[in-house]
């Protein structure tokens, strides 16, 4: 990395936080037990669509130790707080329990409150409901689906379909084609942190503990749904175990939970279930790409046309931009674009990890490789081959775009010259067929209004308040280190509050914008506080001695900034808790990160296992802002790539709708045991024309790429190209002859 | 989780008594993987439940005997599994213990829970709105025309496909191992075998045990075959997953490098223990070659009954059982 050059003195790099989370010292939101704590469970729907013609909550009040139990017989007291993607703040805008209606299998049809939660855990499941049920649709194939056009339905410029020259006429003419269909099935993040919510009320000031990447939507989204004003919410979230996108807006059940403990006068806990998270909150819709690519005789593409259409909710339009990267990925003149909706009966899907890219790479990289291929021609030489230094979309120059170099160095890295073209052409000692893919990924880099407040002490200590949250991504080790360095100063010496409304907006920490956004506020807020302490603009500072010779305790200093291009306006925007973003058009350039990935796969010759031995993976990203967590968020969006690719897959049976394998143990993520040699490196070249500080984006486009790169292995070594997730035994073993 | 009656029993008598006494609905208790996980989803609702985790009587086990293995119901499978011993000279035993669950719940699971552990049927363990016979009778079988990739391809019934999933008893059933209870009506043993019942038009009787019966042991007869044996599993990840499809192999070599004895189970694809004599007779007398080994294969998924999503597991089962005759087959020799 090529530090700033206020950066003098080393800092230690290591997570700041890593001793309190393993050995459990830090409390997350649901480790609270406050005096007086009340414990909720949910009773859910078991249809797929209709009404509750009787819901019998008698037996459920009966259990001993039940305090209450809350559904829409009770007529309550709240709104809906909107759809986060349809300017609101909820994570659908269906707020359950609120009529008699069942939208999707798993709808909360109850809550109960009880003195613990083994009686309210039994008293849910004494709810009984009768209902009338009607027709339903939970898969893309499922009859009842309907298909909307994305800019018919949603005319906002960032939705509309691309036209960038004409690829219809281009591809038609094109030497070479490839027109494949690739399908993406529905998959669900679990975080290991369940989903849940310590909710009180201090007078009349409502105080929610929830882990969260979005306190500030839970706090105007709850004031949406109470009538109450957003200044008497308090959201206190200082770690998510986890949010991957799933936690990203108001969840369903904080508004009843907050009714509760109003009513009860004490405060209530929820902790959803595994088994529930399936259905209570988003997850990754299932999409289908029709890829169609051109290219000339000289192997150079010519055009290309993505066409796809994903699941969305009936309630929500979760809205689609697949065609942003893979519009981007190449020089191609000629790109058309095409989105839809197909809405089903389902909750409303949402932002997964890498939620428009992971996919959209799949596919698009899937059948560059088919092209490749084609063509006669090495993967990675094609790639290079069709590299581009404008935005295609634009016309405008990327900020910076190195990919090139990461799919240099990671080919040198790989060993990827001694590779043969030729599908299952490569054998391990052990008869093993041996597979080597490679893709790329990129991710839109973006920046939010942010805000931070130093707090500069006569002990030398430094405190930092700011808009963001610490979703296991590492943001107060990244703030600790720009701060340290920036002083320096040791990165212990630093004392960071995120995630909580009393100290700064909450703004959504999603999109890998956080780390630029609190950053840059960080750095300008640092620039402030130099100002005050009467120092240089760098070099280090002694913060205690500064700090005396004003004559006052402490220092302050603040500041609020902007994305580029962005006005008091967006600010007031995100300040009412909605999500602001900017880019990745920026005026008179565009923003990415980029990312290549090289993957060996080995296929056991008899009974078809797929392993990956190892992954090479570089990214640009700008400047790395702090090592050690960088490289993590790689690591584990390779290992996203390979669940995804290999062993991810929400199970519908269609004549019951909702997710059948509503568990760790039936859903299979990646365990230790598959998962080999994780290569990361990073180019390192900070981005100043994008940020001040140089950082792009890492923590999505990590995984960007990651499928396509094993599904092209698995191509390379069996000769078989499988264009439906998860690869799975039973579609290896098809390909195969005994 | 509903309320129920708990008792803490030291002895085997203690036990016996207490499981009487509690009547039809008592559960017994050991390590729980099974059973809490059960009482939790309302699958399984005991008025009591008698935890027998700390009973001596049941505990410990012994790889030496020079006539047979004994094992105790209450032996963890962690600590069997790396028994050196059982390692050594079978390792077919070992190793279906080791690739069970996780490092976590084999610390926790005895050998006599996990021959009584449930299926994995999803529409079982997911409880309403889901059709299950095993779970309340005569309500259907959501399974057979749905979502049935873990489903069985052979002892099913109009009533229910549901695999039996545990490793252990797949190994032993091979190994003819022999299971001691201990009842009211006092001391009795059966052949493993027989232990478990094909779902017939009753899948919610899932084995042979009289009300009140306890498992004290196991007991596999020492064989030379151990040593020439390989469990080999195959599922979607490498750990914490249960069998696609499995294959217990355990034989002999003759002097001129033919099968003698053989002993060969499939699982994961069965509603109980499934051992397979075709196969085995078909690999008896041949040398292990690639085309004897496919033979054995083929012969164990002969009249195989697939279902929607579960057919691969005929070719993919045929060439696991394949895999392990092959390996079994290395281990003999040397
Ligand atoms: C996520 C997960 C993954 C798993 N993966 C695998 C796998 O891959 N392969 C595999 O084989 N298993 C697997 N298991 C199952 C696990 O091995 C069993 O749950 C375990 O062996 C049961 O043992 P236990 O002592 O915990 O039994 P318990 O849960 O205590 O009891 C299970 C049943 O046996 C009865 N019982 C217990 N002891 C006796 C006795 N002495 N006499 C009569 N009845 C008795 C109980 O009443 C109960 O009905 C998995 C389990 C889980 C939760
Ligand atoms: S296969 Fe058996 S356990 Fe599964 S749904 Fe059918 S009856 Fe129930």
Redesign the pocket.
Known sequence: MSPEPQDTQPVDTRRVDAREKVTGAALYATDLHPDQLAHATLATATIGRGRIAELDVSAAAAVPGVLLVLSHLDHLDLQSPGFVMGGGYGVQSLQPLLDDRIAYRGQAIALVVAETLTAATEAANLVRARYETEPFAATLDSPGVERLSQPATIPLPFLADLDVGDAESAYATAALHVDATYDQPAQHQNPMELIGATVSWRGDTLVVHEGTQNAGAIRHGLAQQLGIDAANVEVISPYTGGGFGQKNSLQIHIGPLALAARRLGRPVKLVVSRAQLFHHTSFRPASRHRIRLGADEHGRMVAAIHEVEHQTSRHDLFPLMYTEITSRLYGIRDFRGRQTFARMDTQSPGFMRAPFEHPAAFAFESAVDELAYAAHRDPLEFRLANDTTVDPVSGEPFSSRHLAQCLRRGAKRFGWSARQQRPASMRAEDGSLVGWGVAVGAYPASIVPSAAHLVAGADGRIRVEVDGHEMGQGIRSTIAILVAENLGIGVHDVDIVVGDTRVATQHLTAGSWGTASTLGAVHAALRALREQLGMDTRGPVDVASAVRATGRDQVEARAETLGPGQTEQDAEHARKGLPTLSGPEFPGYSTFSWIAHFVEVRVEPTTCRIRVPRVVSVADCGRVASPVTAASQVRGGIVWGIGASLREAGAVDPRYGGFLNNS??EYPVPVNADIGTLDVDFIGEPDLRFHPVGVKGLGEVSMVGVAAAVANAVFHATGVRHRRLPIRIEDVLAGTTA | MRPFAYTKVETLAEAVDALAAAGPQA???????????LMKLEI?TPSAVVD??RVAD?AGFDTSGDRELVFG??AR?ADVAEDGRLRRDYPALSE?LW????QQ??N???????????TRCPYFRGGEPFACNKRSPGSGCAAQEGLDRSNALFGGSEACIAVY?????TALVAFDAEVD?HGPGGARSLPLARLHREPGDTPQHEHN?APG????RVRVPVTPAGRGSAYL?I?DRES????LVSAAVALTLDGDGRVDECRIAVGGVATRPWRVPAAEQALRGNAITEASARAAGEAAFTGARPGRANAFKIELGTRTVADAVRLAGSRAVG
């Open positions: 760790l143990e | 559960r017994l208790l050991a390590g729980g993987t099974t059973l809490y996980d399984e027998v985790h049941l119901a209450g499978m279906s690739r069970a669950a996780s719940l084999r926790m699971a005895t050998l006599g829970g996990n021959l009584l552990q449930r999933p545990g490793d252990w008893a209870v045990l019966e306890i498992i004290t599993k599922r914490y997953a249960f069998a």
